[in-house]
């Protein structure tokens, strides 16, 4: 079943039952050894799915849950190898969202549920993209409109002694350093095709991609602007059909027949919120390429946009 949480619509299955945790890989077209986060209800439920809980994860968990904020803890032997990709943790999250909360509740199992799309394209933010990629492929959808936040949740690897942020989200690593001291960083912006051990979703295999290509171009915005002009003649030689992502800056100075805004360079959370749309309605007007203003902010929520298109994206260009 399909179902909304802040961050993006999740597909989820008891977290305990290998089966249905199989079904949902099944149904996604997903990499066994990509590990999925499993959803909780309450702080109770996590100590029974985890061991070894560190204070500084309870001091996460009382300041950030329920939001959008993974901790990978060392697991609990119920919880199954087919849910945790083989390994010995388990990641966890409690959604800040009353739909998901209350089908955890009413279900009376942790949820496994990552999102709700084909492996590899664009998450989906409303109940349309789970149609869109998977109708006839599971059971239900319940459509809570559109999701508050739009990328996936911040991931922390609590296990080692200074944690590591394995993927950006909404909660940055500012906030969390403020609760519980110095963490680092242990993803990378580009995928890297042999990782080692996979500890969190979006480190290994290709993510959040349309079907057409996709190029970033970063910089200040009106270099950006230029470069994307002069890409746009390049391309209109080769009859190439191009479609454009971006800031509401860099819309007021470019005309495109195929470009949408989504939103102000100084609001990347406005960008998160509307960037897996943006690509999704892009791909629905059948271009062949896509251009993206990478002239936002990357304060924030913007390190998690950052990191998103550039996990979609082909080449990046500096300018």
């Known amino acids: 079943?399909?179902?909304?949480?802040?961050?993006?619509?999740?597909?989820?299955?008891?977290a305990l039952d290998k089966e249905a945790v199989r079904a949902v890989f099944q149904a996604k077209g997903r990499p066994a050894d990509n590990p999925l986060i499993v959803h909780v209800a309450s702080k109770q439920q996590c100590c029974e799915l985890a061991l070894n809980i560190p204070e500084k994860a309870?001091?996460?968990m009382e300041k950030f849950w329920p939001g959008p904020l993974t901790l990978i803890l060392e697991r609990q032997v119920i919880v199954p190898d087919v849910t945790t990709g083989g390994l010995d943790t388990?990641?966890?999250?409690?959604?800040?969202?009353?739909?998901?909360i209350g089908l955890i509740r009413e279900s009376g199992k942790p949820l496994a549920a990552p999102s709700a799309n084909l492996s590899g394209k664009p998450s989906p933010t409303n109940a349309q993209h789970v149609i869109s990629d998977l109708f006839g492929r599971i059971d239900a959808i319940i459509d809570g409109g559109?999701?508050?936040?739009?990328?996936?949740?911040?991931v922390i690897d609590m296990t080692l002694e200074i944690p590591s942020i394995l993927r950006p989200g909404r909660i940055s690593q500012e906030e969390i350093e403020r609760e519980i001291g110095s963490v680092t960083i242990g993803y990378e912006d580009e995928d890297c095709p042999d990782?080692?051990?996979i500890r969190s979703?979006?480190?290994k295999y290709r993510?959040?991609?349309?079907?057409a290509a996709v190029i970033l171009i970063e910089g200040e915005n009106d270099r950006v602007v230029r470069r994307i002009h002069e890409m746009l003649d390049d391309?209109?030689?080769g009859k190439i059909k191009v479609g454009l992502l971006l800031t509401d800056e860099s819309s007021m100075v470019i005309a495109h027949e195929e470009q949408l805004s989504l939103g102000s360079k100084d609001r990347p959370e406005e960008l998160a919120i509307n960037l897996f749309s943006g690509l999704r309605y892009l791909d629905a007007r059948e271009v062949d390429l896509i251009l993206v203003d990478g002239s936002f902010s990357h304060e924030g929520i913007g390190e998690a946009v950052s990191n998103r298109i550039r996990k979609a994206a082909g080449s990046i260009i500096v300018v």
């Open 1 to 14: 079943m399909a179902f909304p949480t802040e961050t993006v619509y999740g597909l989820g299955a008891n």
């Open 58 to 60: 309870f001091s996460l």
């Open 207 to 211: 993510h959040y991609a349309p079907d």
């Open 235 to 237: 391309h209109s030689r």
């Open 146 to 154: 559109t999701v508050d936040v739009g990328v996936e949740s911040t």
């Open 201 to 203: 979703p979006g480190m």
């Open 90 to 100: 388990v990641a966890l999250r409690m959604p800040d969202n009353a739909i998901a």
């Open 195 to 197: 990782p080692g051990i």
